[in-house]
C-alpha cells in the first residue's frame, strides 16, 4: 500500500518554463515532507522542505506548495534549466510517537527532462 | 572528502553467496538507515537504527541483516542473495539532536545477483 505516491513517472519540459511535480500522500497524521533530488551514478540529495503548519516554503528558483486537504504537494520549478534534469522524490515523515516513528517514506519518483 | 561513503559502488554476486555492504560517516549523525531504490518503487526502507544501540526493521528487511558498529559505520548484510535482491542501495544518515529531518544519502552501491 503505497502511502505516497508521485502518478506520473517522467515530465518533459522547455528550458526557461515551468516545472510542476506532484505528489500525493494518503494518511492525513503526516505533518512534514521534503523533496529529494537524484542525479545518475549520486545518492538522493536535499531540496525543500515544507511543514504542515505552511501551505507554501520557497528557496530561490524552487517553490513547494502543500494542500493538507487534498493530502497533495507539489514541486514548482520556475525557470526550469537543463541542469534540473533529474529523478525528484518527494517524502513523507511519519509522526513521531507511532509504530513508524520518525522515518521518511518516499514516493516512487518523476524523471523531469529539461529541453534545452 | 565526502560526508557519507558506501563501498563497494559496484558489486556482482552469485544466488546463495553472502555479501556485506558497507556505510561510512564524517557528519557525526546519530541515525542511519538502508534503502534500495528499485525502476518505479521508489526508495523503500530496509533498516534504520537511531543509535549504536537502536536498530529496528523498515518496511523489506526479510533477506538482509545490519549491524551498527559505531555511530560512524552501518553495514548491511544478505545472508544469502537471491536475484530479486538485485538493486540500488543507499545508506542515509539524519542528526535527530539538530532538529533536523534531513536524510543525507551516500552515492549508493550497485548490486547484480546472478
Known amino acids: 500500500d503505497q502511502q505516497v505516491k508521485q502518478n506520473s513517472p517522467s515530465l518533459s519540459v522547455q528550458e526557461g518554463r515551468i516545472s510542476i511535480l506532484n505528489c500525493d500522500y494518503t494518511?492525513?497524521?503526516?505533518?512534514?515532507f521534503l523533496w529529494y533530488k537524484k542525479y545518475p551514478a549520486e545518492g538522493p540529495t536535499f531540496l525543500i522542505s515544507?511543514?504542515?503548519?505552511?501551505d507554501k516554503n520557497e528557496d530561490g528558483r524552487f517553490t513547494v506548495f502543500l494542500n493538507k486537504s487534498a493530502k497533495h504537494l507539489s514541486l514548482h520549478i520556475v525557470p526550469s534549466q537543463p541542469g534540473d534534469s533529474a529523478v525528484y522524490f518527494c517524502?513523507?515523515?511519519?509522526?513521531?510517537?507511532?509504530?513508524?516513528?520518525?522515518?521518511?517514506?518516499f514516493g516512487q519518483g518523476t524523471t523531469l527532462q529539461v529541453k534545452p | 572528502d565526502a560526508d557519507v561513503t558506501q563501498t563497494p559502488r559496484n558489486r556482482i554476486t552469485k544466488t546463495g553467496k553472502r555479501i556485506m555492504l558497507e556505510c561510512s560517516q564524517t557528519?557525526?549523525?546519530?541515525?542511519m538507515y538502508w534503502y534500495r531504490q528499485d525502476p518505479g518503487l521508489g526508495l523503500r526502507l530496509i533498516y534504520y537504527?537511531?543509535?549504536?544501540?537502536?536498530?529496528n526493521k523498515g518496511e523489506i528487511s526479510d533477506g538482509y541483516s545490519v549491524s551498527r558498529q559505531a555511530q560512524a559505520k552501518f553495514s548491511l548484510s544478505l545472508e544469502s542473495a537471491i536475484p530479486n535482491q538485485t538493486a540500488l542501495y543507499f545508506c542515509?544518515?539524519?542528526?535527530?539532536?539538530?532538529?533536523?529531518?534531513?536524510?543525507?544519502f551516500g552515492p549508493g552501491t550497485r548490486l547484480l545477483v546472478l
Open positions: 542515509a544518515t539524519s542528526d535527530f539532536r539538530a532538529g533536523t529531518e534531513t536524510q543525507y
Open positions: 494518511n492525513s497524521m503526516f505533518d512534514y
Open positions: 515544507i511543514s504542515s503548519i505552511k
Open positions: 517524502a513523507a515523515l511519519t509522526p513521531y510517537g507511532s509504530s513508524n516513528t520518525g522515518k521518511l517514506i
Open positions: 557528519k557525526g549523525h546519530d541515525r
Open positions: 537504527s537511531f543509535d549504536v544501540k537502536d536498530i
